[in-house]
């Protein structure tokens, strides 16, 4: 059975699909970018506050489900920039600390609204 999954906690969906679908043990999140979600608005150009903010969006969709960034197995990080990449892994570093998912990061030419970062994740319910 797929479940679909929403919280007012991280910004809206932006087209056809769900901020997040759970099929037994496993949460994909869609991709998700520096919205915030009391404004609906994209935050700061800056690829710092972005990275928190995307971050903080991924954090409340897996508290929806009870569960937390120890549970992701699997990122994927579409970045506008890859000469970003060693500030984005010190803001991803602080929300993940000693947990280690796999990971995969692509330099992309562009993203939804113009942002820096997109990540999506996968999760288990899993402990």
Known sequence: MIKMIFTENAPLAIGPYSQAVRVGNLVFLSGQIPVDPETNEVV???IIVQTQQ???N???I???EK?????VVKTTIFVKDLNQFSVINEEYSKFF???L???STIEVSRLPKNVL?????IATTQS
């Not at 970062?117 to 994740?121: A, F, G, N, R």
């Open 44 to 46: 700061d150009n800056n």
């Open 58 to 60: 991924i954090k409340s």
């Open 54 to 56: 995307v971050m903080r």
């Open 117 to 121: 970062i997109e990540i999506e994740v």
């Open 62 to 64: 897996l508290e929806k």
């Open 97 to 99: 600390g000693n947990h």
């Open 67 to 71: 569960i937390g960034l120890d549970n």
């Open 101 to 103: 998912p796999a990971r």
